[in-house]
């Protein structure tokens, strides 16, 4: 079947979206402040074996739906061949019409190999023997597929005891800027068994034993100073539903420590006041090298205990959770900022519920001289489809200034996914001709094109990186 949708126009409704968007969007770079790909596939330039191993082993959006199509695990992350796997999603791909992943899927295949077709179990074997011919061409590495993208900077999610140095060796020999970001959630994943072996691993970084809270912290400091010699901006967390901000002062966070050293164990009050007191801890420590603290709230991380175990922590089964704890959280950032500590935030949200609110935040915390100190992040997860980055886009706008929004990043495993960008950049140029249309905004095109043109590159690039 033949793509009549993925045109250079699509989207684009009217004469004004069209100019937006192909005088002052389409060509410029584009700033990814949070992915998760493999660095050491960027250094190296990665050659996949096939399609299969490039576009779906590694996205969880398309294991879910083909789990909701009942395609079998093992014919989705388990010991099927890429064969397989890549025919389940073939034959999965007509069923998603209405999902992002019917446009996605059409719009990466063009994007990345010029295919004009929608994928469907017809043409499975002649698209799976195409793609894997390209991807075996010289020029179609993973960084050449990223730079198809035009793809500037981009940070990664990098756990603190991770080998940074395929960071700065990509920088220096394919002619893209890759930096860390700190993906900080194991430092305080102290209810989860892989933390013993986390310690163990840190103490060896550290080159001494960790038997109390102080030895902890010493430790998490060597490292972040590692962070910030490789480049690290960013750090991450993610603040799921069970997360509570309140402190309570009679609690002690040192002997709460030393008993998970002996026993290895901690729940109820006693670990929610350790991760509060070491979020702190991090927070301050980030504000002090000009961090930018990103917190991915509300997801509903632990639903199938099956599927956590057939298909690891970030299998795509996670759903959406509760709202959330807006006093507690402003209580966390109210003290932080009592102390000139509060560093600079990013703000996500996975229940919708939440948009105002969060959007209303970014003109309650804020700092002389400092433009965006708290920014509504960009449609996050479940969000980030046409619907929802309109909704977003909106909120950003009558809750916030969405002239100072930083824009789009991906939050993806693939190298296929900063097709995102142009969606993004898409949906933006076409919700504001809307908006001229409706009387909101005046057909001033210099006015104009410069808003789509910070927020689709320049506020990212200026704010993060200052530059």
Known sequence: MVNKFIHKDFYLHNELAEQLYHDFAKDLPAIDFHNHLNPKHLA???????????????????????????????????????????????????????????????LELKR??????????????????YCNKELQKEGCGAVNIVKKFNIEVLCTSDDLLDDLKPHSEVSKKRGIEVFPSLRGDTILAFDQPSMSKWLINLEEKFGSGISNLDNFKAAIIEQLDKFSAGGCQLADHAI??????????????????????????????????????????????????????????????????????????????????RTCDIAGLCNF?????????????????LNSSDNEVM?????????????????????????????????????????????????????SRSV??????????????????EWVEQG?????????????????????????FKD
Request: charge should be neutral; include cysteine; aromatic fraction near 14%.
């Open 359 to 411: 959007a209303a935040i970014t003109g309650s915390y804020t700092q002389d001289g400092v433009w965006g100190k708290v920014q509504f992040g960009p449609a996050w997860w479940y969000n980030d489809h046409y619907s929802g980055i309109k909704s977003q886009l909106s909120v950003a706008a009558n809750y916030s200034l969405i002239s100072k929004f930083i824009g789009m990043t991906t939050d």
């Open 240 to 321: 799921d539903g069970g997360f509570k901000f309140h402190h309570d002062e009679s609690m002690n966070v040192s002997d709460i420590f030393t008993k998970w050293i002996k026993e290895r164990q901690l729940a109820g009050e006693e670990l929610l006041a350790l991760k509060r007191h070491l979020l702190s801890f991090l927070s301050m420590e980030y504000s002090k090298r000009d961090w930018i603290l990103q917190l991915h709230i509300g997801a509903q991380r632990f639903t199938s205990s099956r599927l956590r175990n057939l298909a690891g922590a970030s299998g795509g089964y996670a759903g959406i959770g």
């Open 44 to 106: 190296d330039n990665k050659v996949f074996g096939d399609i299969a191993e490039a576009w779906i082993v590694s996205d969880p959006y398309k294991h879910r739906a083909m789990r909701i199509c009942g395609v079998a695990e093992r014919g989705v992350t388990g010991e099927s061949s890429s064969w397989e796997k890549f025919l389940n999603w073939a034959k999965v791909v007509p069923q998603t019409v209405g999902n992002p992943l019917f446009l996605w899927s059409s």
């Open 112 to 129: 990345v190999f010029d295919i004009d077709e929608s994928l469907s179990e017809e043409n499975a074997k002649e698209v799976w023997e």
């Open 416 to 433: 296929f996914s900063f097709s995102r960008h142009e969606y993004f950049r898409r949906i933006l140029c076409g919700q504001i001709s």
């Open 440 to 464: 909101h905004l005046p057909h001033d095109i210099d006015l104009l094109s410069r808003l789509v043109q910070d927020i689709s590159y320049f506020n990212s690039k200026k704010w993060i």
């Open 333 to 349: 950032f109210d003290q932080l900022e009592k102390e000139s500590k509060l560093p600079r935030l990013i703000l996500y949200t």
